[in-house]
């Protein structure tokens, strides 16, 4: 991969250590926003805001702002509370998503929706938007509004996108890869570029980095999708085969289809279309992928994005920050959770 790998860096696992300890002191004060600002009178607010935003996941999204910025040399204070907001809009799509898949679990804790039900989720999921979006004001730049609320429109198109798409056999690769750009890429690329942009670099720079950010995403997203037919629950953070059971059309399955003979067909029909599953089920679903090799294939897929993301870095100079965003891009390749 350009610029990803060297004999030193492959002998070593791929994580994020190196990025999280070059931002740590921002990432310090990005939490710490993020704290006082999910705060509210109403109490249940700020209780079930709390359990999903420390339940913890990586700061993956924020985190590429705050390295964004430090890759162009940015030497303000705008890119934290607008990492924060980043934050925001990705937990208000948690919990919406967490109700509209009725999950019971999110890394590995029992999700927002199972604890206070639906109604609370998607309240407090509006509340942490309406957050996002009053940090974006108070920063002023109409550019930075447009990035972020063009992002938030379009992840919405992407979940509807992909609940229209669900339970449909017909679903193209095609079709999969406009809902993975909205509902996941495309907020990678707004966190991404908005580092560049609070520093006023050159389009060619703000281009570069949110196309490293949604290259990065949709990689992220295609070995999520990977994964859910192939880790282990305690890695996973989620009950492994939740795709399959919602019936949502993802990589995988999608090439799985266009392989199937007669038989297969007929499985995925009555599993997928018509919902109608058995405890065996899952386990012959991930048979039929391994069969056709499309676990391997999506990896592959997201290996071609994972190298366009590291091409997107290639005008930045070689310095510590760009070695660890590099790193990440690995990391996301080569993650088993």
């Known amino acids: ?48 805001a709390g359990h999903i935003i420390a339940a913890g996941g990586k700061r993956l999204r924020p985190m590429l702002t705050l390295a964004a910025a430090k890759l162009v040399g940015y030497r303000g204070e705008r890119h934290l509370a607008l990492s924060a907001a980043v934050e925001f809009i990705h937990t208000a799509t948690l919990l919406h998503d967490d109700v509209v898949d009725a999950s019971d679990l999110r890394r590995g804790l029992a999700t927002a929706n199972a604890v206070w039900g639906n109604k609370p989720s998607v309240l407090v999921g509006d509340f942490l938007f309406s957050r996002a979006f009053q940090l974006m004001v108070e920063d002023g730049s109409l550019e930075v509004l447009r990035i972020l609320s063009n992002a938030s429109a379009i992840i919405a198109e992407g979940e509807v996108l992909q609940l229209v798409t669900a339970n449909d056999l017909s679903t193209t690769e095609e079709a999969y890869l406009q809902v ?15 580092g560049a942009v609070v520093a006023e670099r050159p389009e060619e720079e703000v281009q570069a980095l949110a196309r490293f950010g949604q290259s990065l995403g949709m990689a992220f997203q295609l070995v999520d999708d990977m994964l859910d037919f192939s880790a282990r629950e305690a890695e996973l953070g989620k009950a492994v085969g939740d795709d399959f059971r919602d019936g949502k059309m993802t990589l995988p399955i999608v090439l799985a289809l266009k392989a199937a003979d007669e038989t297969e067909r007929a499985f995925w029909h009555r599993t997928l279309e018509e919902q109608n599953q058995t405890d065996a089920d899952l386990e012959h679903a991930i048979g039929l992928l391994r069969k056709h090799g499309t676990l391997e294939a999506t990896r592959e897929r997201a290996r071609f994005y994972a190298e366009d993301a590291a091409a997107a870095l290639s005008i930045f100079p070689d310095q510590p920050i760009r070695r660890a965003l590099l790193d990440v891009v690995e990391f996301c390749l080569q993650r088993g959770y």
């Open 1 to 48: 991969m350009p610029g990803l790998t060297n004999t030193a860096a492959a002998a070593r696992k791929p994580d994020m250590s190196a990025l999280a300890a070059l931002v740590d002191s921002d990432l310090k004060r990005v939490n710490a926003l993020i704290l006082d600002r999910m705060q509210s009178p109403v109490a249940l607010i700020p209780q079930l």
């Open 180 to 194: 993975i750009g909205a509902k996941t890429a495309v907020l990678f690329a707004a966190a991404s570029q908005i």
